[in-house]
């Protein structure tokens, strides 16, 4: 059973553009999370989706960020007209279940230049 | 709204010696987790231990254990036997049990050196 796929692993992108981290969960798990870790930070929670829905949002920035969890497919996390600041780690983690444990992938380092 | 703290920035162990790492948590909830994720510079979240709140027996795992003060609301890390492998960044994590909210909250991590 693979583990929590994203890509891709590093993504640059200039000021402006559009960035779109992909992340595949693990068989099974019909829910996902994305965190950003700014450098030396924490993670920190942005939003919580199943499939095709988005349960909880209240981490996620009002504009310019966007997630969806479709029926068939990767999750997306959609950063548009990136600027410096988005320069981070972004995080995916799935669970098979409510209220069961999360497993995480390698993350996506964006870089804003 | 929960809080995570970590208050040690960095901590230094020599090979073989024991380390222990610092947290403090803030929850008006009963029913809860913790969580020890260790960070290397590959990024990968390595889940190290986990502790459930209405346990009161310390959690462990080989090397690996913890001091859960539930009153005190601490949740130390103790790490054995250290190895130049230990070296990472962790990060204590608290995850509600409740309905709804099981996002996971994040300390700013110690950054943890092993001496040889």
């Known amino acids: 059973n693979a583990g929590v796929m994203q890509n891709p692993r590093h993504l640059v992108r200039r000021r402006g553009q559009e960035a779109r981290l992909r992340c595949s969960p693990m068989k099974g798990h019909s829910h996902v999370y994305w965190y950003r870790q700014l450098p030396e930070e924490g993670l920190k929670f942005m939003v919580y989706l199943q499939k095709e829905n988005i349960i909880d949002e209240s981490g996620m920035p009002k504009e310019r960020f966007s997630a969806e969890f479709p029926k068939e497919g990767p999750s997306i996390l959609r950063i548009q007209q990136v600027v410096r600041g988005d320069s981070a780690a972004y995080f995916c983690?799935?669970?098979?279940?409510?209220?069961?444990?999360?497993?995480f992938g390698q993350g996506t380092r964006l870089t804003v230049v | 709204a929960q809080t995570v703290t970590q208050s040690q920035p960095e901590m230094s162990v020599q090979e073989a010696e024991t380390v222990t790492l610092s947290c403090t948590y803030d929850?008006?909830?009963?029913?809860?987790?913790l969580f020890w994720y260790k960070q290397p510079p590959s990024r990968q979240m390595i889940l190290v231990i986990r502790q459930e709140a209405y346990k009161q027996q310390n959690a462990t795992e080989n090397r690996f254990s913890v001091n859960f003060q539930k009153a005190a609301k601490s949740f130390s890390l103790k790490i054995s036997d250290s190895q130049l492998g230990d070296a990472a960044m962790y990060f204590c994590?608290?995850?509600?049990?409740?309905?709804?909210?099981?996002?996971?909250?994040f300390g700013t991590g110690t950054r943890l050196k092993v001496l040889a």
């Open positions: 994590a608290y995850r509600s049990a409740n309905s709804g909210t099981y996002k996971y909250i």
């Open positions: 983690a799935s669970a098979p279940g409510l209220n069961t444990e999360a497993f």
């Open positions: 929850t008006s909830e009963s029913d809860y987790y």
